[in-house]
Structure formats: C-alpha cells, structure tokens
C-alpha cells in the first residue's frame, strides 16, 4: 500500500483541475510540468482546465485490475476538452448503448475507487454526458 | 563502427511453465543460443526483462543471470522499456559490438509472468501505462488498445472482421512454429464470439500472458565468418520514444514511435520497406499489427485492416508479417519477445524455418513496442 503522500500530490490536479500554461507556446499542461514538450519553455501561468469536451474515444472494461474489480464493467474513455487538453476518465452516468464517439462530456468530482475498509478513499473526476 | 552479426540463436518451448523458474528458463534458452553459436566465451551479456520485480519479486538480474549462467565476473546488464525490453537488449548489444567495447555479446530476453495471479499480471503490465494518469481510472492494457481500435474503426472504417483476420492469420502461421503456446489455428467466427476483455476487443484479440526466454549471440561481423553457422548480419538499428500516456498522443490512430525507429532502422541499412522479405512484428493486440503495419509503410495509412483481409501480409502475401505466429499465437513473455522476434527472423534468413518458410528470404526487420507505443525499437537483418 503506498504511502498517503503519492496521493495527496496529485490533489490539485485531481481535485482542481489545476493546469499549467506555457508562456512561450501556449500549450496547456495536465498534469503540470517543469518544462513545455513542445517549445521547451519553462516559464507557465496557471490555469484551470475547461470543464467539459467531446468524446474521442472510448471502451468497456470487462476484466480489471483487483482495485476495480468491484465496479467491473465500467466505461473509460479519452475526451478532448474545449481548451484542446485530452483527459483520460471513466465515463458514468450513462447506459454504455449511449456510448458515442464525438458525445459530449462534462467533468465532475467522484470517487474514484478504496483502499479497502480502512484504507484510503480515491477521488478524482469522471465525465459524465451533458 | 563495426558491423555486428548474430551468430546463434536460442529459444525453447514456450507457455504456462510451472515447474521451471525465471533463471531456468533463462539459462536454458542462453546455453541454446551459446552452443548454436558454438562459442567457448562470452564477453557481455545483455537480458532484457520488463518487470521482474513484480512478476518474482527479483530485481538485480545481470548479476544473478550471468551467476546461474557460470560465466561471472562477466559484465551484465539488465535493460528495461516495458514490452520492448528485449528489442532494447538487442540494441544495446548491437551498440557494445559495434563500438568495440565488446567482441561476443549474448542478448536475451526473459520473463516469468504466471508465479502471480492473473489480477496481478494485469497490474504488473499495466505499469507500462501512466500510472497516476490512465491506471489511476481503471484502464488497462486490452483497455487502451481497445480505445485506439474504436479510435481507428470511427477514422478508417476498419471492421470487427478485420481485427479478427489478423488473430486468424497468426494463428495459422503458429500453427506450423513447434515453439508457440498455443499452435492451433482460430476461426474468424471463434474470434468475433470470443469473451469481451475491453469493448471492441475479445479475448482472442490479445496476446496471452506466458512464460518464457529467447537469446542471440553477437560478435563483430569479420569474426563471424569463422563461426559454424551462417552469419545473419544486423544492418540497420532504430529507436523512438513517444508520451506513454495515450490521451497525450496528436493522433491515437498512428505509432509516431514504429514510424520514427523504422525510419532510422532502414536507413541505416540504406535499405526500403520493399527490399525486405518478412516482418516479425508487435500484435500485442489485433489492432496493434493493423496499426503497424501502417507505420511500417506496409499498408497505407488507414488501409492495415484491408491488408490483412486482402492477404498481403499472408505467410504466401507480398509482405508476410510474423510468420513465427506473432504475440498472439506464439506468446508474448514481455521482456522476452523482442529477442524472439530476432531469433525467428534470423532462422528464416539462414532457412530453418521447417514448414513456415518464407521462400528465398534474405532480408527481415523485427519491430518491438513498449506500451502503447511509447518505445518501439526496429532492426533490420540480411543474410550473408
């Protein structure tokens, strides 16, 4: 079991949605990063990610990892968000026939999965259909 | 630079092997490729292995290796990058060679992936991915393959049957390899009716979980001349990186990585896509080869569906891609199957193939991916 530290270092993001933007190109960072892959800049504003986007791509995961398996089957899919960030999140809310590629998505808050009955609790975001 | 040759070759059976552990297969496999080789001493070892700290909870393997092997004090080397660990090892040792650091290298790949659970396999390889950012929600490896063939059936129209002709197709070229887990033959019909493991892929999209080695030996190609078997010459070496988060990549329906590393590979060879005769290359899943042969220039960009379904890739097409089977039928041992790919190209082009042959086959490449294609690392071989 990892140390709560691992998690609670991800918050901002995972919480916030917190996202930096590069100063020389404009490229948004999720997560945030030290240097722009794309202009090699290192100077970023902060900024947040927009709340929603379109569907890219998505699949039904039917056989898991023993921290999902309690939730098997479920949907994951990359979105493209209006700022142009793609996100990969489980995709709740809907029957998995309204699945579509193009579908668009808003980002909420939800938990994510649990360390067992004494563990940690996971949160993070989902999109759910708008 | 020197050239480098690969001078033996080794691999045994492979599949669910219960009784052996990681270090017998190991030394089993390495002492095949030193004696086919026929080489009284090895300068180097190079062992490639994904994740053996997860699957045996053994990590410092050079050291351990060349221990079990009798060969301390030599140099030994662990290398990793996920699925293309062993094709990574092959490169490292091609490097030693060719810099003249070292004259007789052995590479090997390895990996013991059934002492765990199958939960736990899953996890084991889904490090591949980005941890705090797609295994975090649950994705896993048939997962993210599973979003890149939605993504490639939503560009390109590629269709189910499509993804089932490549399982189909490997199946009956590990049909004739003695050496593969699973040499039997599949039906379009058995793989469309197959259990889903991630919507659109079945179970027979995916590339089982195995246990299993693979090993070449390689010396300076002027030493090779005096050796028994026939020299297979390594001509050409390419590696790439790209993000290995997928949401990351400009376009999920493309291997930038395959491109970039064939492109370099082939160059150094000065040599063309359609100057070689066979391919062994990384259908971790269905759609992965579809997507590779892509990158690889063997099917335009978007029609890999097409080219399977029309036979081009066939073990009789223009362009016969894994003749030993591929992931899908022969295994996929993940730190192992880079060699592998080596081992099979290089029998072909000495002629050892038995029944599955490519006829008059003088020149191969080998493509081996990390991933989702984050690392992909191409060779080119020709014979003497």
């Not at chain 1, 919480?15 to 722009?36: D, H, S, T």
């Not at chain 1, 398996?69 to 709740?92: K, M, N, S």
């Not at chain 2, 650091?101 to 390889?125: F, P, R």
């Not at chain 2, 008059?360 to 080998?366: D, E, I």
């Amino acid at each position: 079991m990892p140390t709560p530290s691992r998690y609670w270092r991800e918050i901002p993001q995972r919480y916030r949605l917190e996202a930096v933007k590069c100063k020389g190109c404009g490229y948004v960072c999720f997560p945030p990063r030290i240097i722009c892959p794309r202009c090699g800049s290192r100077e970023f504003e902060k900024t947040r990610l927009a709340g929603s986007g379109k569907l890219l791509t998505y699949t039904i995961i039917r056989v898991a990892p023993h921290r999902f398996e309690d939730q098997v089957p479920y949907a994951v899919g990359i979105a493209e968000l209006d700022d142009g960030v793609r996100l990969t999140a489980q995709v709740v809310d809907c029957d998995f026939s309204e699945l579509a590629v193009g579908m668009r998505v808003s980002i909420e808050f939800r938990r994510i999965y649990e360390e067992g009955e004494a563990g940690v609790i996971y949160y993070g975001y989902k999109f759910v259909p708008e | 630079m020197r050239d480098v040759a690969a001078i033996g070759v080794g691999m045994t059976k492979w599949g669910e092997l219960w009784d052996k552990s990681l270090r017998t297969i190991f030394v089993e496999t390495a002492l095949l490729a030193i004696d086919d080789a026929g080489v009284d001493r090895i300068d180097s070892m190079v062992v490639g292995c994904m994740s053996s700290g997860l699957f045996v909870g053994q990590e410092h393997l050079g050291s351990m290796l060349a221990d079990y092997l009798g060969r301390i004090p030599i140099p030994a080397a662990r290398v990793e990058s996920a699925c293309s660990s062993g094709g990574l090892a092959l490169r490292q040792g091609f490097i030693e060679v060719a810099s003249g650091i070292s004259d007789i290298v052995l590479v090997a790949g390895v990996e013991k992936m059934t002492d765990v659970t199958g939960c736990e396999a899953t996890y084991a390889l889904g490090t591949a991915a980005d941890q705090e950012y797609e295994g975090y929600h649950g994705l896993t490896f048939p997962g993210l393959y599973a979003m890149m063939a939605l993504a490639h059936m939503h560009a390109y129209g590629t269709t189910r049957e499509q993804l089932a002709r490549v399982a189909v197709k490997n199946h009956d070229n590990g049909s004739k390899n003695p050496l593969a887990q699973f040499p039997f033959k599949v039906t379009v019909d058995a793989v469309v009716n197959s259990a889903l493991v991630a919507d659109p892929l079945r179970i027979l999209d995916c590339s089982p979980i195995t246990d299993g080695a693979a090993a070449v030996v390689l010396c300076p190609a002027d030493m090779a001349k005096k050796m028994k078997k026939p020299a297979v010459r390594i001509t050409g070496s390419g590696q790439a990186t790209d993000t290995i988060a997928l949401s990351s990549r400009q376009d999920i329906t493309w291997l930038e990585s395959t491109h970039l590393a064939a492109r370099k590979a082939l160059a150094m060879a000065g040599r063309k896509i359609e100057d070689l005769h066979l391919f062994e290359v990384h259908d971790c899943f269905t759609i992965a080869e579809i997507m590779i042969t892509e990158a690889l220039g063997i099917a335009e960009r978007g029609r890999g569906g097409r080219a399977v379904e029309e036979g081009l890739t066939s073990l009789k097409g223009k362009f016969p891609v894994n003749p030993s089977g591929g992931l899908k039928a022969k295994g996929h041992p993940v730190g192992a199957t880079g060699v592998a790919q080596a081992v099979e190209v290089i029998k072909q082009l000495r002629g050892e193939a038995g029944e599955r042959q490519v006829k008059g086959a003088k020149r191969g490449l080998t493509q081996n991916m990390g991933g989702t294609g984050g690392s992909s690392v191409v060779h080119v071989f020709e014979a003497e």
